[in-house]
């Protein structure tokens, strides 16, 4: 195959180099967007009859067919390798045979603009891609600054509506519109005034988030996290539960018998890189499961309806296991569970001495049994004066594997 160029257009003129590329190529392959700016360039005039206009990507890969015996060029708006056709022709094409030239992002330009140091800035694309609303607010949540690429579906204003709906009214948002061209516009507004304003495509949108950095990772309580009849793991036995477990940064927590699915949403907040799976027989806590998620946005926490042991083998194998809750089935858990290598560390909880004992009978040999006793005493209001309500003690697990 011979050589691909891929040049970037929008906002610098080329360089000697790259007019030369352009020159020399029998072929100069754009997509309708890039039509338009690439018209404004001195050069445009000079290699006009040499351009391809696409209508699609999967018309590239038609014409690459061709490409064998012949020096071709391609051109993509900004950084082709920022989220754009560099990274889909890498995967095509042999890296040797394509060379990149850049032009500036219009992430750059923007940031240049609203005097924001992209250093700062986490970059997210929504560009040809479908919206996964928890894992964009996620990450609106997660970072200072998020920078986004749109597309005619995905705009500002409809991302403006999700976030105000979701409650996100102090949030900044800048919109670049036409950025580099005669026609270029910077927007800025909150929420609930940018859902309302409409935008010229192409655009794109940075999100300043004042209030990052100062929610809390760890450390909900019970009354924050929506549960019926006091069925929570109390918020002292979830720290110390949570502490047992060792999570890594990344992994694979299954929460067996999650409830309402207190510990999972802690682990889950700990770590966008952790999986964690709630599993849940019942549909009542699944529908608190699902509202808890939703409250947090926690795209890493999946929920899984129905009863343990039976979804194991459809769930990828874990690397931490809590377990809250059996069923009946404590037993058949347990072995299902030693058969896991990658399973390191296993915590639970009981109220029972024969759930403890049958739990670390059933583990000997396999994993290091240590065990804690816990008892809670809270203080309560009495009559002008207070004293110390005593919870149930509650016996804490701790497995660690042999050899791990």
């Given amino acids: 195959m011979s050589k691909i160029y891929l040049l970037g257009i929008g906002f610098k003129p080329f360089s000697a180099q790259e007019e030369e590329i352009l020159k020399g190529v029998k072929k100069i392959y754009l997509f309708p967007s890039q039509l338009e700016i690439f018209q404004a360039y001195p050069i445009y005039p000079q290699v006009k009859e040499k351009l391809i206009v696409l209508k699609e990507i999967k018309d590239l890969y038609e014409k690459a067919k061709t490409w064998e015996k012949e020096e071709i060029a391609l051109l993509a708006t900004g950084d082709p390798l920022l989220y ?106 909150s929420p609930r005034e940018v859902k309302e304003i409409s935008f010229t495509y192409p655009n794109c949108m940075l999100i300043e988030n004042p209030s990052w950095g100062t929610e809390c990772i760890f450390g909900l309580r019970e009354e924050e996290i929506a549960h019926r009849g006091g069925m929570i793991t109390k918020d002292e036995i979830r720290a110390i539960v949570i502490h047992k477990l060792c999570l890594p940064r990344m992994g694979i927590l299954w929460d067996i018998g999650a409830g309402s699915g207190s510990i999972s949403i802690e682990c889950a907040k700990l770590s966008p890189y952790l999986k964690v799976f709630a599993i849940e027989k019942d549909s009542e806590q699944c529908l608190l499961l699902e509202e808890n998620k939703k409250k947090f946005h926690l795209p890493n926490l999946e929920i899984i309806p129905g009863e343990a042991p039976e979804f194991f083998s459809n769930l990828p194998p874990p690397d931490r296991v809590f377990l ?81």
Wanted: net charge positive; proline share 5%; with cysteine.
């Fill in 324 to 404: 809250g809750g059996s069923g009946g089935k404590l037993r058949e858990i347990l072995e299902r569970l030693k058969n896991y290598h990658t399973l390191k560390i296993i915590g639970a909880t009981f109220v029972t001495l024969e759930n403890l004992y049958i739990t670390k009978e059933a583990l000997k040999g396999t994993y290091e049994i240590h065990l804690t006793q816990v008892q809670v005493n809270r203080e309560t209001p009495l009559k002008g004066d207070s004293y110390f309500k005593a919870l149930n003690p509650i016996f804490i697990l701790q497995g660690k594997r042999i050899g791990c």
């Fill in 84 to 189: 754009g056709l560099g990274e889909t022709l890498l995967k095509k094409f042999p890296k040797d045979k394509l060379f990149i030239y850049p032009d500036l992002s219009s992430f750059q330009v923007l940031c240049a603009r609203v005097k924001i140091s992209p250093s700062q800035v986490k970059i997210y694309s929504l560009h040809g891609r479908k919206l996964e609303k928890e894992h964009f607010l996620s990450e609106v949540k997660r970072n200072p600054y998020l920078f986004v690429f749109t597309d005619p579906q995905n705009n500002p204003s409809y991302l403006a509506q999700i976030l105000y709906s979701e409650g996100w009214k102090d949030l900044k948002l800048y919109i670049g519109e036409k950025l580099g061209s005669p026609f270029e516009k910077i927007t800025s507004g």
